[in-house]
């Protein structure tokens, strides 16, 4: 994510954020509490998360389909690693 757009990347860190503060959907904190545990720093934590959010988006805009949380959940617990398309 060192790459993206600085605005684009604010972003997104929001809405990681909004997700941490409002426990919506619950995945997301426990996701990151995983990823601290395993010695990821809080902003590593935060941008991977934003990556599994950013595919999830792109998939969305491109293949013109609903939001799928089951996926998103699914590719949450799979980080580190990352979520293909």
Wanted: aromatic share 6%; proline share 6%; glycine share 2%.
């Amino acid at each position: 994510m060192e790459k993206a757009d600085p605005a684009l990347k604010m972003t997104l860190l929001e809405t990681v954020d909004n997700q941490l503060r409002d426990n919506d959907p619950p995945e997301t904190k426990e996701t990151y509490k995983r990823l601290r545990r395993d010695g990821y720093s809080h902003q590593e934590a935060r941008e991977l998360i934003a990556a599994v959010l950013v595919t999830e988006i792109y998939n969305v805009l491109k293949y013109q389909r609903s939001h799928d949380e089951e996926k998103y959940i699914a590719d949450l617990k799979r980080l580190p690693a990352l979520p293909q398309d």
